[in-house]
């Protein structure tokens, strides 16, 4: 029941929007059906299944509006919540930002539903551990882990005539691995719609070899070094960047978007000119819906290109007071890169420190987008292009405009979380004192 | 990206009526509900089962400037069966409360017990617990949020931000949450408990913006969130703790605080850049709670202890042999640290925990040696413990409850000691008021904080504020370093009202009490940057 196709999803939201007394009327029907679990100390610790479904309705009279959810799907009960809906916007009070709703749009399907992945058990999930597991017992290392798969719909429809659907599976594995002494820890995450790309036993053998290879790390001071961030470290500092994409904020004068004296630093080179970005829901690899939650067209939009900012998001009401198309955002990014692999990235490097992912990153100063957080599961010091040695890790302070400015040289991208992420080696990367941790 | 900027609704659960739902569910029927649970968890072979029936409220009203953002009163209702069959734990959730969706959901929780089980190493010990019979509980409050109309927040909000404005703030963010947690739980062990917790939390973000520099500057609300009703909104004249800003304890007064964020923002937009070096810091308690939730907090939770925690919040340098050794020097001798789920006004304040333990009050640190941890029935045996420590939550119906921490608690200094006082004996210092930034390495050593404003002492005098601050240190260090704190009277809760753990990730509130305290020789650095 909580995975509606297509056309089952149209027959609610119409049926409901035929309830519908209001000026405006929204409604979007969201359903999950999944199961995870986690493990630690070679062992499950907890695991589960869940499935939900719910329905939202807005609606507005003039600039009034109201909302109201239900989980029950009989017809006296979808009444019920249009008109609860209803009442609500008769309290509330009016939003000066009401945008009226969009009429039909055309919107593309995008690749991110997979059988294989929607066919997922509770065995399989456990033998998907289980494999996992092998790996670290076999080595008599200890491994900690989580993996989980969903299978979703989303659709939306409006009293305009906009309908939208949108399904999609994901299937995540991290793991971390350590050995007995807790002096070394490995670790890996990756996620995938589709089920066929996950390999939970060649991940784990991954985790499992930085753990080994980050036992008895040395201490070096701390201090500016060159850095190859693995994709996984690259993406944990530039997600808190691409947050800052908003022209709104950027145009109030409190984000680091905004420019001294007043607007936005759009169409300015803010990065190295190495430095292209963009986000594209139909990419096969990093699929996502190719519609926004208020009904707006997601398309591929260029964010920065050789370095210079081409696009903010506009959300439509921000669009509207400054007289520009809106743009909404999209998790699908993708960074280009270069054709060189890790490997080659640390061969062409002769003295260097490799990332293998930062933890506990926050922001520190909003106005630099100074950032701060440490090193973890696998930190090597690099010599003449090759490692010599783990290394203790490192807290940092740096702020990823400063490091989009210092970058030397760029590697294929990899799926990293919803984007595509190349490995990074990054010039005078600041680390400004020592962790213990492990 | 820009609803980025505003919370993720989403979490709370589904939109509801203001006026509907304050009611909790008729006790008869949740007991029959669970019985059906039981029994079936039961036949398909469990040999021991919980069901939580859950309805979790929250209402939610944000504005900035002259205008309400949103307001959204959400419920979720739906129940989380956890049963243990062949030594491993299984668990299953719906929203479909029938009676036979729960057969199905505590049927559905053995089949994913007994698929693991194939995998599992050592079965799972669980600590005896007695069963309580039918028992309630309810937080103690005078005013329920709930039944505060929304217009009265709405304009409590508007004038808020309108003092803000006129107090030369550029732009401000306010809201009110307020969290109504129906909880039934009951379990093979013949509980049947019943409980109605709430929580409050008002807060803002003031921003001053200096168009001419290109410059912003920020402060946010003094307040705290607490396991009380809206009567935390009506400040008395002995809540109001005056100094070099109000601070407030046990009520807050949100309009006072709007107008002194202000002009602490205009301030700090003009305030000098901190000297690195080593200073005495004076931690005022709206920051220190901060402080001794990642440093004390999350180091001394079992499951972070044992691994448990490895793949995601990480594991702690708090291992079991320096608990063993009775001697391990976490701080120094006035460091005492209390785990305390039974205090009032605070947000883990509960009756019973998520698997029907009766809540309690114990040491963690004593006289600055490690002494105890915090723990749930299937880890107590590890340290030698008969019972839980009752330290057991799930976020709502869906989610399997785990370790979560209990309220962690600096008790306030024994000998007689004010603010003032401290402060006129400190050479070289930095006051710290607030928490801001916060970063811990996921063993517990090394951290960075921020505040929201500082003050630079010299002399024994505060002589002005202070920009671009953050310290440095190592948990173990930095809590031998500390050489004072203040009475009693000093003494307030600050707390999270979100804090995160667990995967899936879940979040819990949780207090954290202590007086003004001063640590010695911090290492302090200077964040400011170019870009």
């Known amino acids: ?438 | 990206m820009g609803a980025l900027m505003l919370p993720d609704l989403s979490a709370f659960g589904n939109p509801i009526d203001p006026l509907q739902a304050l009611e909790g569910v008729d006790v008869k029927i949740k007991k029959e509900l669970a019985d059906v649970a039981l029994n079936a968890a039961k036949s398909k072979g469990a040999t021991y089962a919980d069901i939580r029936i859950g309805r979790y409220l929250n209402q939610f009203v944000a504005t900035r400037e002259k205008r309400v953002q949103g307001v959204a009163n959400t419920e979720s209702y739906g129940i989380g069966v956890r049963v243990l069959a062949n030594g491993c734990w299984g668990f299953a959730a719906t929203n479909k409360v029938t009676k036979e969706d729960v057969a199905k959901a505590a049927e559905q929780a053995v089949a994913v017990a007994k698929a693991n089980a194939k995998i599992q190493g050592e079965p799972v010990q669980l600590a005896p617990q007695k069963g309580f019979g039918e028992v309630s509980w309810k937080t103690p409050i005078e005013i329920n949020a709930f039944e505060v109309p929304v217009k009265e927040k709405v304009d409590l909000l508007l004038n808020v931000n309108d003092i803000a404005m006129q107090n030369g703030a550029s732009f401000v963010n306010s809201v009110i949450f307020a969290v109504n947690e129906q909880k039934y739980f009951a379990s093979t062990d013949g509980s049947y408990i019943d409980q109605d917790i709430h929580r409050i939390y008002p807060s803002f973000n003031v921003t001053r913006i200096d168009r001419e520099s290109g410059k912003f500057q920020t402060r946010s609300a003094l307040s705290s969130p607490m396991g009380m009703g809206y009567e935390y909104m009506n400040a008395r004249p002995q809540d109001k703790v005056q100094g070099v800003v109000t601070r407030y304890k046990g009520r807050y007064d949100m309009l006072e605080d709007a107008k002194s964020a202000a002009l602490n923002a205009s301030e700090k937009v003009k305030a000098k850049s901190v000297e690195p070096g080593k200073y005495d810091l004076v931690l005022d308690p709206s920051h220190l709670w901060l402080t001794i939730h990642e440093s004390v907090g999350h180091p001394t939770e079992l499951d972070r202890v044992l691994g448990y925690e490895a793949n995601y919040a990480g594991t702690s340098f708090l291992t079991l042999d320096k608990w063993k050794s009775k001697k391990f020097k976490f701080g120094s001798d006035k460091v005492n640290v209390i785990a305390d789920k039974t205090q009032v006004g605070s947000l883990g304040a509960v009756g019973y925990d998520d698997e029907g333990v009766k809540c309690k009050k114990w040491d963690i640190i004593k006289d600055g040696v490690l002494v105890n941890y915090q723990a749930i029935r299937d880890q107590a045996h590890i340290i030698g413990l008969e019972e839980s420590q009752g330290c057991c939550y799930a976020q709502g119906w869906d989610d399997v409850q785990f370790q979560r921490m209990p309220n962690i608690s600096l008790e306030a200094g024994k000998e007689k000691l004010s603010v003032d006082d401290m402060i006129k004996n400190v050479e070289k210092g930095i006051y710290i008021i607030g928490n801001g930034s916060f970063s811990i390495d996921q063993q517990r050593y090394n951290f960075q904080f921020g505040g929201q404003t500082f003050y630079e002492i010299k002399n024994g005098k505060i002589v002005g504020m202070l920009n671009d601050v953050a310290y440095q240190s190592n948990t173990q260090e930095f809590w031998n370093s500390c050489s004072a704190i203040c009475d009693q009277n000093d003494y307030r809760l600050g707390g999270s009202f979100n804090d995160g753990k667990g995967q899936p990730s879940q979040s819990s509130a949780v207090s954290h009490g202590s007086a003004t305290t001063r640590f010695n020789g911090v290492n302090v650095i200077n964040t400011a940057r170019k870009i």
């Open chain 1, 1 to 438: 029941m909580a995975i509606l196709n297509k056309e089952e999803a149209q027959a609610i939201l119409k049926k409901v929007l035929s309830f519908s007394k209001a000026e405006f009327c929204e409604i979007s029907l969201n359903g999950s059906d999944g199961g995870n679990i986690r493990y630690a100390r070679n062992a499950v610790s907890t695991a589960g299944q869940i499935s939900v479904m719910d329905l939202a309705v807005s609606s507005t009279f003039g600039k009034k509006t109201g909302t109201a959810t239900i989980n029950e799907f009989d017809d006296a009960s979808l009444q019920k919540v249009v008109k609860r809906a209803e009442e609500l916007a008769m309290l509330a009070p009016e939003n000066p930002e009401f945008m009226p709703l969009l009429g039909a749009q055309d919107f593309e399907e995008s690749p991110t539903y997979n059988e294989n992945t929607a066919a997922m058990t509770p065995d399989t999930r456990a033998e998907m551990v289980g494999k996992s597991l092998q790996v670290s017992k076999a080595a008599n290392l200890e491994a900690a882990g989580f993996l989980e798969n969903s299978t979703r719909f989303g659709a939306i429809m409006n009293s305009k005539g906009l309908f939208a659907y949108n399904k999609r599976t994901n299937v995540s594995f991290s793991v971390t691995v350590r050995n007995q002494a807790g002096t070394g820890s490995g670790y890996i995450e990756q996620q995938f719609n589709d089920l066929d790309k996950m390999d939970t036993l060649a991940l784990s053998k991954i985790a499992a070899s930085k753990a080994l290879g980050s036992a008895t790390a040395k201490a070096i001071e701390p201090g500016k070094y060159t850095v190859i961030l693995e994709p996984l470290a690259a993406s944990d500092m530039l997600g808190n960047m691409f947050r800052g994409f908003d022209a709104r904020s950027a145009d109030e004068g409190r984000s680091f978007m905004s420019k001294k004296g007043g607007g936005t630093r759009l169409g300015e080179q803010l990065f190295s000119e190495n430095v292209n970005i963009y986000s594209d829901p139909m990419n096969p690899d990093v699929p996502s819906a190719a519609w926004s939650d208020d009904g707006l067209k997601v398309k591929r939009t260029q964010w920065v290109e050789k370095g210079v900012v081409k696009n903010l998001a506009y959300s439509r009401y921000w669009a509207e007071q400054k007289g520009v198309v809106p743009v909404p955002f999209n998790r699908s990014i993708v960074m280009e890169g270069g054709t060189q692999s890790l490997e080659e990235l640390i061969k062409s490097t002769e003295k260097g420190i490799l990332v293998t992912r930062f933890w506990y990153i926050r922001s520190v100063d909003p106005q630099t987008l100074l950032l701060t957080g440490l090193t973890r599961d696998g930190t090597f010091y690099i010599e003449n292009g090759e490692i010599k040695f783990p290394v203790k890790n490192f807290r940092f302070n740096e702020s990823p405009v400063i490091m989009l400015n210092n970058v030397e040289a760029l590697g294929k991208p990899v799926r990293t979380g919803s984007g595509m992420i190349p490995p990074m080696k990054i010039r005078d990367f600041t680390f400004t004192s020592l962790s213990d941790a492990v």
